[in-house]
């Protein structure tokens, strides 16, 4: 998982506590490659998401007085005090949309409503109706996205509100379609990362998943399946290769709107992906001297990204060290930082020892392994140099644990 801000609320820890969901997309949208073409287009559907149980693209709600930029132009009816207000949708792509918080007359309790048309003028907008789910209460309602080049995307979008005073906001639907490979099927959904990227393209504001093993189910986190074997998660990201029915291919474009995403197959020469030559890894240790992934040939390597303030990265951390123990020689375990500051790495460690071999952050490691820089994330690169497995999170070290003993067999 990403690290956090300091202030999480325990709606989000049961988010960040769900299991990984999975489902068998709808057939519709499926693109044949009977004819082996280099590009698969794949037409992908409105799926709407309205559990706030699987709330992926999150995010909270942090009320303002209103700007000084346009409080002139805001319109509200007679009555209303302590008015303040945030953005649900601020991306640069659209016409910002806000949400504003209020008292009426004589009453304590927050309302909320939604400029639903952009326009800045509350006076005809209903309030938001909340309906208590577990412990939320969630209110939905339909977004009219306008982009400056005059697209439109109509969205369903929840605002929730969590029992100890948070509010957030998420769109409340994915994308959902399926490739055909020579008459097998793989699934596909495609999220937005955030409601403050509601257009879709592959420089993060897409989460892609792809049922890479066909077996009908997405997975959206690494996890140890019912016969006791790893599993990675079946996310793919923009610049690595990933195989379908024996074929490499990688991301090439998505529409906007998400109404189709294009694969483009590719060569394995130089290609970043699960079990393939895992990319080299040159970084300098916190004492000076250089760790180089190609010289651990022979010995299976645990790379894991961590920050010091990633609570999540230290729940794993005894895990981790237990591993080295069981595994020595044979384990090489290399953690690479996000922190910068030898001395602040210094006095985390003196604190909280770590038997791995810690790094310095590289960017290109980063880039090839983390792109998403969250902490904690996990690679595992076989005895031959292969990239085995890859996970992220904390929820995901009974996975890692398993893929360490697969490989290392004990």
């Known amino acids: 998982m990403l690290s956090m801000r300091p202030r999480i609320d325990s709606y989000l820890a049961l988010i960040?506590?769900?299991?990984?969901?999975?489902?068998?997309?709808?057939?519709r949208g499926t693109e044949s490659a009977a004819t082996a073409p280099r590009d698969l287009t794949v037409s992908l559907s409105a799926v709407g998401d309205p559990s706030p149980a699987q709330g992926r693209g999150m995010s909270h709600?942090?009320?303002q007085p209103s700007a000084p930029a346009w409080r002139d132009s805001i319109r509200t009816p007679a009555g209303w005090t302590a008015i303040e207000t945030?953005?649900?949708?601020?991306?640069?792509?659209?016409?910002?949309i806000r949400v504003l918080r209020f008292r009426a007359s004589g009453d304590t309790a927050w309302r909320f409503i939604v400029d639903t048309a952009g326009s800045l003028d509350f006076t005809r907008v209903p309030e938001l109706s909340f309906v208590r789910q577990g412990k939320v209460q969630v209110a939905s309602?339909?977004?009219?996205?306008?982009?400056?080049?005059?697209?439109?995307?109509?969205?369903?979008?929840?605002?929730?509100?969590?029992?100890d005073g948070y509010t957030y906001g998420r769109i409340a639907e994915y994308r959902a379609g399926q490739i055909e490979i020579d008459g097998k099927i793989y699934g596909v959904r495609v999220r937005n990362t955030s409601r403050d990227r509601?257009?879709?393209?592959?420089?993060?504001?897409?989460?892609?998943?792809?049922?890479?093993?066909?077996?009908g189910v997405l997975a959206e986190r690494a996890s140890v399946t019912v016969g006791g074997r790893p599993a990675s998660a079946e996310q793919v990201r923009a610049g690595s290769a990933f195989e379908l029915n024996g074929r490499l291919y990688e991301l090439a474009s998505i529409d906007?709107?998400?109404?189709?995403?294009?694969?483009?197959?590719?060569?394995?020469?130089?290609?970043?992906?699960?079990?393939?030559?895992?990319?080299?890894?040159?970084?300098?240790?916190?004492?000076?001297?250089?760790?180089?992934?190609?010289?651990?040939?022979?010995?299976?390597?645990?790379?894991?990204?961590?920050?010091?303030?990633?609570?999540p990265s230290a729940s794993v951390r005894p895990a981790l060290n237990e591993a080295v123990s069981t595994y020595g020689s044979a384990l090489?375990?290399?953690?690479?930082?996000?922190?910068?500051?030898?001395?602040?790495?210094?006095?985390?460690?003196k604190k909280s020892p770590m038997a791995g071999v810690v790094l310095q952050p590289d960017e290109t490691t980063?880039?090839?392994?983390?792109?998403?820089?969250?902490?904690?994330?996990?690679?595992?690169?076989?005895?031959?140099?292969?990239?085995?497995?890859?996970?992220?999170?904390?929820?995901?070290?009974?996975?890692?644990?398993?893929?360490?003993r697969e490989l290392l067999g004990r």
């Open 198 to 215: 509601p257009l879709f393209d592959l420089d993060g504001s897409a989460t892609v998943l792809v049922d890479l093993d066909g077996d």
């Open 61 to 63: 709600l942090f009320y």
């Open 86 to 96: 945030d953005e649900l949708i601020s991306a640069r792509q659209v016409t910002p």
């Open 332 to 349: 090489v375990w290399a953690a690479m930082a996000k922190d910068t500051s030898r001395a602040d790495i210094d006095a985390f460690l």
């Open 256 to 311: 906007p709107l998400g109404a189709f995403l294009r694969l483009r197959e590719r060569s394995a020469k130089g290609a970043v992906g699960l079990n393939l030559p895992a990319p080299e890894v040159r970084a300098r240790q916190f004492d000076g001297s250089e760790f180089r992934l190609s010289q651990q040939r022979g010995k299976v390597v645990l790379l894991s990204f961590w920050a010091t303030d990633c609570g």
């Open 141 to 163: 309602l339909n977004l009219t996205l306008r982009s400056a080049s005059n697209v439109i995307r109509r969205v369903p979008f929840e605002v929730l509100r969590s029992d």
């Open 16 to 27: 960040v506590a769900a299991l990984a969901v999975g489902c068998t997309p709808s057939r």
């Open 366 to 404: 980063w880039q090839n392994y983390d792109p998403d820089v969250a902490t904690p994330v996990f690679a595992i690169i076989d005895a031959k140099g292969v990239l085995r497995f890859r996970a992220t999170g904390a929820l995901s070290i009974d996975a890692v644990r398993a893929k360490l």
